[in-house]
């Protein structure tokens, strides 16, 4: 019913960029908070930056100065633009909305993620 789709992850050399995006799509009455989330090998997933509807931003130390969470509300759509890359950023990326349907309110949305590779 609700889907959300990922698309720019990539390989990049250490100090590069890349630009994430996640576009909610189906019967959706509401998107509230979105976010991006990231799992590395062994790892668990942590939160990297969320972002509210009314663009209240929160970011994860480590990406502090170097990445910015957008969002744009008519395209139901999540960005995360990511500069400065290190290779400790390599990982899965994952979006992560709460919207409201038919059913309900649920934040257990989640994209298929995305690969980011830092390394030169």
């Known amino acids: 019913q609700v889907q959300l789709v990922e698309s720019g992850g990539g390989l990049v050399q250490p100090g590069g960029s890349l630009r994430l995006s996640c576009a909610a799509s189906g019967s959706i009455f509401s998107v509230y908070a979105m976010g991006w989330y990231r799992q590395a090998p062994g790892k668990l997933r942590e939160l990297v930056a969320d972002i509210t509807r009314f663009g209240s931003t929160n970011y994860a130390d480590s990406v502090k100065g170097r990445f910015t969470i957008s969002r744009d509300n008519a395209k139901n759509t999540v960005y995360l633009q990511m500069n400065s890359l290190k290779p400790e950023d390599t990982a899965v990326y994952y979006c992560?909305?709460?919207?409201?349907?038919?059913?309900?309110?649920?934040?257990?949305?989640w994209g298929q993620g995305t690969q980011v590779t830092v390394s030169s």
């Open positions: 992560n909305a709460d919207i409201w349907t038919r059913a309900g309110r649920s934040a257990d949305y």
